[in-house]
């Protein structure tokens, strides 16, 4: 008798066991390592809330993003390498270089946001050795806007890519779509200014590949 019971324990484990198996298996999804998000009215310390309608002083800092996780990183974080890119107005910096913590650089490419697959192997990223001296340049027609003074406004400059090397020294691309609150096709000259819409491929495996 105690055999048989021992036996059936024995039985009991072992398709308790295998059922386990075969379910984490089946449940088990591989990560994607190209990962691909537009994000819409990113704040870039602006000068009007965006909730209340109302005209705000700016603060002077940065608005941090991390392409790896989609998110907003906090400004307590500034001297970490969870964050890759930061906004302030025009002003885009990158984690990297002599005055940050990452290994962030940027590059900017022109060409059709999709038909850019791969960056090349010899590539070179700039980075931000000071407050302005940036990997991303500023001023019209010098990055990746040009300004309009007859209508005061900031318009994207088609075909201009960011290629970004992360604080992790992952690698992305990034085309800035606007820079007006819900993306205006034409912004009106009561556009709310300030907030980036832009799309983004980041690459997880440490390739410069894209597809």
């Known amino acids: 008798m105690k055999y048989l019971k021992l036996k059936q324990a024995v039985l009991g484990l072992f398709i308790?066991?295998?059922?386990?198996?075969?379910?984490?298996?089946?449940?088990a999804k591989p990560t994607p390592s190209i990962v691909t998000q537009t994000v819409t009215n990113l704040p870039a310390d602006p000068t009007m809330n965006i909730s209340t309608g109302q005209?705000?002083?700016?603060?002077?800092?940065?608005?941090?993003?991390?392409?790896?996780?989609?998110?907003?990183v906090s400004n307590l974080d500034s001297a970490s390498t969870k964050w890759d890119i930061g906004f302030r107005g025009t002003t885009i910096i990158v984690n990297g270089g002599a005055v940050r913590t990452g290994?962030?650089?940027?590059?900017?490419?022109?060409g059709l946001f999709e038909e850019i697959?791969?960056?090349?192997?010899?590539?070179?990223?700039?980075?931000?050795?000071?407050?302005?001296?940036?990997?991303?340049?500023?001023?019209?027609?010098?990055g990746?806007?040009?300004?309009?003074?007859?209508?005061?406004?900031?318009?994207?400059?088609?075909?201009?890519i960011l290629?970004?090397?992360?604080?992790?020294?992952?690698?992305?691309?990034?085309?800035i779509l606007s820079y007006y609150k819900d993306a205006p096709t034409t912004p009106s000259p009561t556009a709310t200014a300030r907030y980036f819409t832009f799309r983004y491929v980041y690459q997880a495996n440490g390739t410069k590949k894209f597809e």
Request: aromatic content about 10%.
């Open 16 to 27: 308790t066991s295998a059922f386990g198996a075969c379910s984490t298996s089946e449940d």
């Open 55 to 72: 005209p705000q002083a700016p603060t002077g800092k940065f608005t941090l993003f991390s392409l790896k996780d989609n998110k907003i």
């Open 103 to 110: 290994q962030g650089g940027a590059a900017i490419a022109t």
């Open 117 to 142: 697959k791969n960056i090349a192997v010899n590539q070179v990223f700039n980075t931000d050795q000071s407050a302005t001296a940036l990997a991303i340049p500023t001023g019209s027609g010098l």
């Open 144 to 160: 990746w806007y040009n300004y309009n003074p007859a209508n005061n406004w900031i318009s994207p400059i088609a075909g201009k």
């Open 163 to 175: 290629l970004i090397r992360t604080a992790e020294g992952k690698f992305a691309k990034v085309e």
